[in-house]
């Protein structure tokens, strides 16, 4: 029996109404739009989804292949072995003393931010342009959120006397918030100095906020030399990070949150949904990553790689797209660009682009490049920016490339030209066709 049309418009009027008319989340949306253009063979560039182009370490995906008959459930806050090398590793690379309790390991990142934000019932407040998860997140659970926006001419960064100006205006010193804070930071490809966190630690401190500090990117600072704000203040800041980004494994969807004691009931509301929900992060995952935050020298050595790789080729794209008039920052961490286009707004507005969904609309249309426009970061959708993600290159044949050059000199000016060529002919692309005459 067939089920009338009425019934079924019918049924989605009992959709929970912070889910109604929500679509997939913007970065998985632009891939599957490549894929169906792809499938139609058009060549794309593919610069819209976030995702590390390096493969997970050799070291890393031999100790999976030995964990698989890994098969009991684990613990709700994480394998132990796991939590104590989470610790450690952010002892190593922060300079922090964490305590193993203080990790939960979920799965992914994201989910763990959706976890605290359902956990903790308060403001969550996000300088923007920002991820493009932390405010559906809010709204799906309905959480009030409050948008700090940030310009080009600060590159990109919260000051502390923004924050200031934002709590004082509330007029309620104390109420209950989670600051978002990301850096190195997607999409704009800067991060924060040590004194700019330390200013932002004594805001946060004066104004009892909880700083949920995601710095997924944090080993991707391309000199090495990433700052944690917990070093400013320890006792009020969740450090949220994963295995995604820097070890090159979004797909195994591992994610860590380390909590200061004096915020163990968040951790502990958390574990109890968790406990609820998705129970365990798988246990072959969980028992492979021990050998990632272990970051044997092998391990060291892919990442400053990496890292060489990725700073040479963000300065070269930004170099590119500065050249064709647009406004953009160097990158010093990550592989995100913030590509501001309104220095050609009049050219483009005489071509029928006058926001950024139809500008990147258009940019895919008539150049197979993949970019994500400026209102999926909490941007107003005139905005004339968008996001690049510099990724689109074989990140294993660049590796293999890149360890025939010794560390501590830099890459050949034609190693980006040879060995990420995609990235810089998309760029290119995006460079003509922007200041292409009508
Ligand atoms: C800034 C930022 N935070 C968090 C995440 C979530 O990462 P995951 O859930 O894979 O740990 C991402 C992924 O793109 C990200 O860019």
Redesign the pocket.
């Known amino acids: 029996m067939s089920i009338p049309q009425s019934m079924n418009a019918d049924r989605s009027v009992s959709l929970n109404l912070n889910v109604r008319g929500m679509g997939l989340s913007a ?1 998985l949306d632009i891939n599957e739009r490549c894929r169906q253009l792809q499938q139609q063979n058009h060549t794309v560039y593919k610069l819209g989804l ?2 590390s182009p390096f493969p997970v370490p050799a070291p890393v995906v031999e100790a999976l292949r030995v964990a698989a008959p890994e098969k009991d459930y684990l613990p709700v806050l994480g394998l132990p072995a796991l939590r104590e090398a989470v610790a450690e590793f952010h002892c190593r690379q922060d300079q922090i003393p964490f305590h193993p309790d203080g990790v939960i390991i ?8 959706f976890l605290v934000q359902l956990a903790y019932y308060g403001q969550i407040i996000v300088p923007s342009p ?5 405010l559906p997140q809010a709204r799906v659970i309905g959480r009030t959120d409050k948008i700090i926006p940030k310009s080009f001419g600060n590159g990109w960064r919260l000051t502390a006397e923004q924050l200031t100006e934002s709590f004082e205006r509330d007029n309620d010193d104390y109420r209950p918030r989670l600051l978002v804070l ?1 850096y190195p ?2 999409p704009s490809g800067q991060t924060h100095t040590a004194d700019e966190l330390k200013e932002i630690a004594e805001v946060a401190r004066r104004f009892r906020a909880i700083v949920l500090s ?1 710095e ?2 944090g080993p991707l600072h391309h000199q090495g030399q990433h700052v944690s704000i917990a070093r400013f203040y320890p006792e009020g800041t969740i450090v ?6 820097w070890c090159g494994a ?1 797909g195994w ?3 860590t949150f380390y909590f200061p004691p004096d915020l163990y009931w968040l951790r502990d509301a958390m574990a109890a949904v968790a406990s609820e929900t998705y129970t365990s992060v798988s246990a072959p995952i969980q028992h492979a990553a021990v050998h990632a935050f272990h970051t044997d020298v092998r391990i060291e050595r892919y990442l400053w790689h990496a890292r060489r790789i990725l700073a040479a080729l963000g300065s070269q794209c930004a170099k590119i797209l500065i050249q064709a008039g647009l406004r953009v920052h160097r990158p010093v961490g ?1 592989f995100y660009l913030y590509v501001d286009f309104s220095p050609l707004r009049r050219q483009l507005a005489s071509r029928g682009i006058t926001d950024g969904r139809r500008l990147t609309t258009r940019l895919l249309e008539e150049t197979g490049v993949a970019i994500l426009p400026a209102v999926c970061f909490a941007r107003p959708p005139e905005e004339l920016a968008a996001r690049l993600a510099y990724v689109d290159f074989d990140g294993a044949q660049a590796l293999a490339a890149s360890e025939n050059i010794p560390l501590h000199e830099p890459l050949p000016s034609d190693f980006t030209q040879h060995r990420c060529e995609r990235v810089l002919v998309g760029v290119q692309r995006v460079a003509e066709w922007v200041t292409a005459r009508n």
């Not at 979920?106 to 931010?113: F, Q």
């Not at 949220?240 to 980004?245: D, E, H, N, Y």
């Open positions: 970065t976030g995702q979920g799965p992914g990142s994201k989910e763990l931010m920002c991820w493009v998860s932390y990301n930071n997607n995601d997924i990117y949220s990070s994963g295995l995604s980004k979004g969807r591992l994610g990550a």
